[in-house]
């Protein structure tokens, strides 16, 4: 079977032969977010457990340090569309990290 690409929005887009609408599309995860997302569920799990009683003692016990350990859980924040977003690499290349613990950020206050 013959097909077509076309470019939409900086991305590749694979089309049947009469250009109808697409069929695959590729999509990239952004690791950084992934992993940050990964770690705020497995550290809250952690503190809610009870395996550690408190932020400080987490970052002690994993020598991270704590403001960061805040930071990432705050991404636990965020709406759940984001987080399925993050997830299957739905999100724009603009959005970083830092973008998205702001967003927890106002989410939870």
Request: charged fraction near 30%; avoid cysteine; hydrophobic fraction near 35%.
């Given at each position: ?27 990239k ?13 497995l550290?809250q ?15 002690s ?13 705050n ?8 987080k399925?977003a ?7 290349r ?5 973008d ?10």
């Amino acid at each position: 079977m013959e097909f077509k690409t076309k470019k939409k929005s900086g991305r590749t887009w694979i089309t049947t032969p009469d250009g109808s609408d697409p069929v695959f599309e590729k999509t990239k995860v952004d690791n950084t977010i992934l992993k940050a997302l990964v770690k705020a569920h497995l550290w809250q799990r952690e503190l809610d457990s009870g395996k550690f009683t408190s932020i400080r003692e987490l970052a002690s016990k994993k020598n991270i340090n704590e403001s960061y350990i805040r930071r990432v859980l705050n991404l636990n924040y965020l709406p759940p569309k984001t987080k399925v977003a993050i997830l299957e690499g739905g999100l724009s290349r603009e959005v970083r990290l830092v973008d998205s613990v702001e967003v927890g950020l106002r989410m939870r206050w």
